[in-house]
């Protein structure tokens, strides 16, 4: 059961005993960086084909490769958890620098890999990858070979990969140092305190509209303080990126995040196209909403207001014991799984200041273990996080026994597991709700979040795509910036806000902006939230029966492309409007009961 007293805290202890200073941990990387020197002599040794007398050697190096990676994710996760904890720890910083040198040393390697596997003969290649030790991985290193055809001649990938990790990186580690550092004085019980910028996001939840807004002046002036080494960053990063696209011969940006997510330009577009055609609808959802919380216009800070003067606060433990209930209804398995995750202190919670913003999930897949970080003040949408980020637990726990290649899915259906979890608990409360009122709280909250993917993130998506074409043609100034983000605002929330009520510095506050793993790192939510919709949907036709199909479509996400899954496990074509126009319309089927109730009461 929970400790009380260390329930809000992760235990890292098990996984590297010292934190930032463990001996243990600091053997573990050197390990890694010994086996990457020997892996490198081992390649230059090998014979440069897969005929049958080479291809043992070959499948053994494959082999080897693998298991770097996974040690590598291994160090990578636990040095983000250390930099997440304490912002200050500038031991993990160094040592978040010190992996991302490894993890370019690894990826030098595969590019000469991939060298050798784009000169092989395709009865050849075809060969080597019907190995038994290579079944589980045989769409990874197909996709690797017909990625690399897409790519510069290896030497120039070795190098910019090489380049990338003072460079390009260093501007995302850069950025994270920057938004940990920054504190804003906020008045709290009476007193004045220096809030981080992850605390001080809490209060855009609170029913007090004066706090709201006041966290929302702070939150841009402080980011005024610092908006031109941020935008030194965001064009720097982006900089990189369309150079590395020239050279390449990527026409659009849009080209790498569309690979990263193995999925088709069509099935963006449609996804999109149908948010835009049915988005409209939240308009009637917040006009009802204004009029509960007795506003006349609506604005930025208001997007996850509660409706009514108070909100009660909800323990923590009460909180898991929410999302344990209400997953086990569906699997018991799901159920079971989110009371270990809880019991066993995988989640760092506490709301305390020197943490980073926001919240994840990471592997740490020599455990088989994940770790998940948030903060924790006891609201509502806090309940979700919580839900969201065990659906993502839950994914890596499906895939723990799958050969390390095989269980790397991508950003949007990374997605898919983490939001079903929400719609779960939603629900689940929803029929459980005593009240009118509860289930009309119950029900903004469910909107609110439609809000959220079919304009905030929407207007992230039409920012990158308008900043990216203005940065083709030179450095995007900040003042700039700043009128892209509010027309971008403006055309995806239509006349919901008021005319002054966006958020222009939202591209320097939004750390996803400045994530250099992960270009676009916006449409996967949507795409997750109404990817997870259409498989949730046939959730609650089948009930617990689904529950083993969902596994299995879970299972298959590191080895099959988006579309792909959707076609074997929900019989449906991404690429055409039906399906997106279907999740979406079920998102705003609520609009109406919610406009009932708010007449009611």
């Not at 501007?171 to 001080?200: I, P």
């Not at 065990?390 to 597991?417: C, F």
């Amino acid at each position: 059961m929970i400790d009380d007293n260390k329930a809000l805290n992760w235990d890292l202890e098990s996984i590297f005993k010292g934190g930032s200073a463990s001996t243990e941990y600091a053997e573990f990387r050197q390990a890694i960086k010994d086996d990457l020197a020997k892996a490198e002599e081992t390649y230059k040794r090998l014979p440069r084909n897969f005929d049958k007398d080479a291809s043992s050697h070959w499948v053994a190096f494959f082999l080897l490769m693998q298991h770097l990676a996974e040690r590598l994710d291994h160090a990578s996760g636990f040095a983000s958890c250390l930099t997440a904890q304490d912002v200050a720890d500038e031991k993990a910083l160094v040592i978040s620098e010190e992996i991302s040198a490894m993890a370019a040393a690894w990826e030098s390697i595969m590019t000469d890999v991939e060298e050798v596997a784009i000169e092989a003969d395709d009865s050849y290649w075809k060969a080597l990858m019907s190995h038994q030790k290579l079944a589980g991985t045989t769409f990874y290193w197909n996709e690797l070979r017909r990625l690399a055809k897409l790519k510069m001649e290896p030497k120039l990938e070795k190098l910019a990969s090489e380049l990338a990790v003072n460079g390009y990186h260093a501007w995302n580690r850069l950025y994270n140092k920057l938004a940990g550092d920054l504190r804003a004085e906020f008045m709290v019980d009476g007193k004045r305190e220096a809030l981080s910028l992850g605390q001080l996001a809490t209060k855009f939840n609170q029913p007090d509209r004066e706090i709201r807004r006041q966290a929302f002046e702070k939150l841009e002036e402080t980011w005024k303080t610092v908006d031109s080494p941020a935008a030194m960053a965001l064009n720097a990063q982006a900089g990189y990126r369309l150079s590395l696209y020239k050279r390449r011969e990527w026409e659009s940006p849009l080209f790498e995040p569309l690979l990263n997510g193995r999925l088709k330009k069509e099935t963006l577009d449609a996804m999109w196209d149908a948010v835009a055609r049915g988005g409209k609808k939240m308009s009637e959802y917040i006009a009802a909403k204004k009029k509960i919380l007795k506003i006349d216009d609506f604005r930025w800070y208001d997007q996850t207001a509660p409706i009514g003067t108070v909100e009660r606060k909800i323990s923590y433990r009460e909180a898991g014991d929410f999302v344990v209930k209400h997953l086990s209804a569906f699997s018991p398995e799901l159920g079971s799984f989110a009371r270990m995750v809880i019991d066993r202190r995988w989640i760092e919670a506490e709301d305390r200041p020197g943490k980073a913003a926001g919240g994840f999930c990471t592997g740490l897949p020599m455990k088989k273990e994940s770790r998940i970080f948030m903060t924790f003040s006891g609201n509502y949408d806090e309940i979700m996080t919580l839900a969201h980020e065990i659906g993502h637990a839950y994914h890596s726990w499906v895939l723990k026994t799958q050969d390390y290649l095989a269980r790397q899915y991508p950003m949007n259906l990374a997605e898919s597991a983490s939001t079903f979890n929400e719609h779960l608990v939603t629900d689940a409360a929803l029929d459980a709700a005593g009240d009118k009122a509860e289930k009309l709280t119950l029900l903004d909250h469910k909107l609110g979040e439609g809000l959220i993917m079919f304009c905030n993130i929407r207007a992230r998506y039409i920012f990158d795509t308008m900043f990216y074409e203005e940065r083709k043609k030179g450095t995007v100034p900040k003042d700039r910036l700043n009128e892209l983000m509010a027309q971008a605002q403006k055309t995806a929330f239509g006349d919901i806000l008021a005319d002054d009520g966006y958020h222009p510095l939202f591209w320097a506050s939004k750390l996803h902006f400045f994530e250099t793993e992960v270009p676009f790192y916006n449409f996967p939510y949507t795409f997750g939230y109404l990817f997870a919709g259409g498989i949730y949907d046939r959730a609650k036709k089948e009930g617990q029966a689904f529950a083993d199909k969902y596994r299995a479509l879970l299972a298959d996400t590191g080895s099959m492309t988006t579309e792909d899954i959707a076609a074997k496990h929900l019989g449906v074509d991404l690429t055409t409007g039906q399906f997106w126009d279907d999740a979406v319309n079920r998102v705003l089927i609520d609009i109406e009961p919610y406009r009932q109730l708010a007449g009611e009461l």
